[in-house]
């Protein structure tokens, strides 16, 4: 056995092999050369398989196993994005198309008419189950998983990397609107229509906060919240199935459930949640990471968070391995991943001069915001320092109204009372009240590139959680290392901008 001192990493079976899988699909997904991707994915898979091959030579057969599933997974990355990449449309071509509303990107309603921007699923120009851009206009309102029918002359998209949708459908003329395309697009509708009847201005903001879809939402308030870094709210995630979670737990312990039983009513239940709010990754996430906790439980092991992460990823990324390039993704797991390995630390340090429960709650916001600050640059282009004093003020505020609020819509929903929704009106008038009185471009970042710097960032970031066992000198010199790197790959990015 080795001794602590000796010992530099905690292996974790499903951290390695996800690593693998996530490292098949970037050679295979990024914008590469093909003969240099050709020779890194042969290096890496011999590397990792003379690994492999040694451990079973030095009688160390389990971690063996490990590294021989991790190259399996390798190769099955690799496999998962050539075959997604070739399912997508690399033609063009008119005609009459019969599809699906896949996803509402935005509604309006100008003069007695609706104008759309829509994401439609169908069998286009020969490709089964393809997604393409469309922009209409209608005099009948469409929802998610309308059938819809229309004329349509395809072209392809610029591509910026090879996981975008290549096709977009120009010169739409809608020919009719069919009837919804299954129970929960009939079910998210009815509470749509719902909370329009009877929730006010705000019914944008209480759909998104239970579905995550915030087509109904003004861009003029979805901007506020998104510029103060709490648009999260209305992302189905951690924070929501976790509300869930509870809510179930509470009701089935009042129904004197346990064991099997428990396990199995929350878990069908939390899945039935996550299919209502579209699959999306962060639902996906937070769901595996829930039943997997509780089975653990049910077979009487400790749960580890960060196998339970891992885990999580292997399944959203074999499901649609295009979602590591999804800005949904990256967010989820890469906070998820700072709180598991960052927020304890920060936790300890700040209790020394904070009340505990407000320490814990302020290292939250702090590494969920600095974690999440590269990729909100790189993606959306702005990122304001102090949202995580908003985070502080609204998240506990709106997470203790969650269970009211879903309870409340769904009898609404059912019962058409308006009563029911002065909770969720009541919510959002509060969150408003805030807003209003918040200079939201006041400490905004904006413009700046990012980009490869954001590697010795985070590599910065994560040696204060202290995995390897070096001395505290070594990990001096390490931040030092990587704090300047990232400084001078920053200023070198930005400086370009310039010429």
Not at 83 to 97: C, L, P, Y
Not at 161 to 176: G, I, K, P, T
């Amino acid at each position: 056995m080795l001794s602590q001192k000796k010992k530099y990493f905690n292996l974790r079976p499903a951290v390695i092999i996800t690593a693998g899988l996530i490292i098949g699909i970037l050679l295979g997904g990024v914008k590469l050369n093909a003969t240099l991707s050709f020779v890194l994915f042969i290096l890496l898979g011999v590397a990792i398989g003379f690994v492999s091959v040694v451990c079973f030579y030095k009688n160390k057969k389990f971690y063996g196993a490990v590294f021989a599933l991790s190259l399996l997974s390798l190769i099955l990355g690799l496999i998962f994005i050539k075959i997604d990449m070739d399912s997508r449309i690399f033609s063009e071509g008119n005609g009459q198309f019969l599809g699906y509303v896949y996803e509402i990107n935005s509604e309006s309603l100008i003069d007695g008419k609706y104008f759309y921007s829509l994401t439609v699923k169908g069998d286009f120009l020969g490709s089964k189950n393809a997604l393409c851009y469309v922009d209409l206009s209608s005099k009948e309102r469409i929802f998610y998983g309308s059938e819809i029918s229309f004329y349509g002359s395809f072209e392809k998209l610029d591509k910026v990397y090879s996981y975008d949708v290549l096709c977009f459908a120009s010169d739409v003329s809608l020919v009719e609107i069919g009837s919804l395309n299954g129970l929960i697009p009939i079910l998210r509708n009815k509470l749509l229509i719902s909370l329009q009847n009877h929730a006010g201005d705000n019914y944008g903001l209480t759909y998104a906060l239970l579905t995550g879809d915030t087509s109904y939402v003004s861009s003029g308030v979805l901007y506020k919240y998104q510029k103060i870094g709490v648009a999260h709210l209305f992302a189905v995630s951690g924070l929501h199935i976790g509300l869930m979670y509870g809510l179930l737990f509470f009701i089935v312990k009042l129904c004197k459930c346990s064991g099997r039983y428990r396990f199995i009513i929350i878990s069908f239940l939390l899945l039935c949640y996550v299919g209502f709010c579209g699959f999306s990754p962060s639902s996906m996430r937070a769901f595996i990471i829930v039943v997997v906790r509780e089975f653990a439980f049910l077979t009487g092991r400790k749960p580890d968070a960060s196998s339970n992460l891992a885990l999580s990823a292997f399944i959203v990324l074999t499901i649609n391995p295009t979602d590591l390039f999804s800005v949904s993704f990256l967010l989820s797991f890469s906070v998820y991943l700072g709180l598991i390995l960052l927020a304890t630390p920060l936790s300890r340090f700040l209790s020394k001069y904070l009340p505990k429960t407000i320490s814990k709650l302020l290292s939250s916001s702090i590494i969920a915001q600095v974690v999440s600050m590269p990729i909100l640059l790189e993606y959306f282009g702005y990122s304001s320092i102090f949202s995580f004093l908003f985070n502080m003020a609204l998240i506990p505020f709106i997470s203790f109204l969650y269970p009211f609020i879903f309870i409340s819509s769904i009898l609404l929903t059912i019962f058409n009372f308006e009563i029911f929704s002065l909770i969720p009106r009541f919510t959002f008038f509060v969150t408003e009240f805030i807003l209003n009185r918040a200079n939201v471009d006041l400490f905004l970042i904006e413009n700046v590139n990012v980009s490869y710097a954001c590697v010795p960032y985070y590599l910065f970031l994560y040696s204060f959680a202290k995995k390897f066992n070096f001395t505290r000198k070594t990990y001096i010199i390490l931040r030092i290392i990587l704090l300047s790197l990232t400084v001078l790959l920053f200023c070198a990015l930005n400086a370009s901008i310039y010429y």
